[in-house]
T-cell receptor, first 110, second 113 residues
Framework: GNSVTQMEGPVTLSEEAFLTINCTYT??????LFWYVQYPGEGLQLLLK?????DKGSNKGFEATYRKETTSFHLEKGSVQVSDSAVYFC?????????FGRGTSLIVHP | EPEVTQTPSHQVTQMGQEVILRCVPI?????FYWYRQILGQKVEFLVS????????KSEIFDDQFSVERPDGSNFTLKIRSTKLEDSAMYFC???????????FGSGTRLTVV
């Protein structure tokens, strides 16, 4: 079946550090890939997406590139802020129902 | 910005009791969903709803679960006889179309004791 594997959290960084949150997937076909973010007390929000191989999704300084050869969609940001502290979910979609990973908590200290 | 609203934010119920989780999707959205996340585990799909009927459901969504859109604005998830393992965060979501991005609510934390 389809599945998404994310790195275990929490990821703890200092402000302005470089962020990578790893995500790999298993799918029978060519899925669309997504990153969602959940800020404290709020719902999941779509952060970025990529629909085919080598596409790069980007938003709010975050980027992720759809790598078919490594079945990965790692989330990166060059300089994190305290306000980026949240839980980040990687997801894939083959049918119209997304499959989510477990989420990775990011904590950014001033 | 339009929001999906879920109530209550936290519900505690005794095992065997019925519970109803409520959601108000975004008004022009046509597709509605329930997901759940057991603490520390992945977000799991429960059910999707379109045109006043269930369009897809997972293995988790057994006879103990039901969904309803009673009045054109609310979208509810009912668990008839709660079990301890139903304790989780339940997320409602909606979308305009099947392939559009989802908007999620902030979740209801259900604790079954």
């Amino acid at each position: 079946g389809n599945s998404v594997t994310q790195m275990e959290g929490p990821v703890t960084l200092s402000e302005e550090a470089f962020l990578t949150i790893n995500c790999t997937y298993t799918a029978t076909g060519y899925p669309s890939l997504f990153w969602y973010v959940q800020y404290p007390g709020e719902g999941l929000q779509l952060l970025l997406k990529a629909t085919k191989a080598d596409d790069k999704g980007s938003n709010k300084g975050f980027e992720a590139t759809y790598r078919k050869e490594t079945t990965s969609f790692h989330l990166e940001k060059g300089s994190v802020q305290v306000s980026d502290s949240a839980v980040y979910f990687c997801a894939l979609r083959l049918s119209y129902i997304p499959t989510f990973g477990r989420g990775t908590s990011l904590i950014v200290h001033p | 910005e339009p929001e999906v609203t879920q109530t209550p934010s936290h519900q505690v119920t005794q095992m065997g009791q019925e519970v109803i989780l409520r959601c108000v999707p975004i008004s022009n959205h046509l597709y509605f969903y329930w997901y759940r996340q057991i603490l520390g585990q992945k977000v799991e799909f429960l059910v999707s709803f379109y045109n006043n009927e269930i369009s897809e459901k997972s293995e988790i969504f057994d006879d103990q679960f039901s969904v309803e859109r009673p009045d054109g604005s609310n979208f509810t998830l009912k668990i008839r006889s709660t079990k301890l393992e139903d304790s989780a965060m339940y997320f409602c979501a909606s979308s305009v179309g099947r392939d559009d991005g989802y908007t999620f609510g902030s979740g209801t934390r259900l604790t079954v004791v």
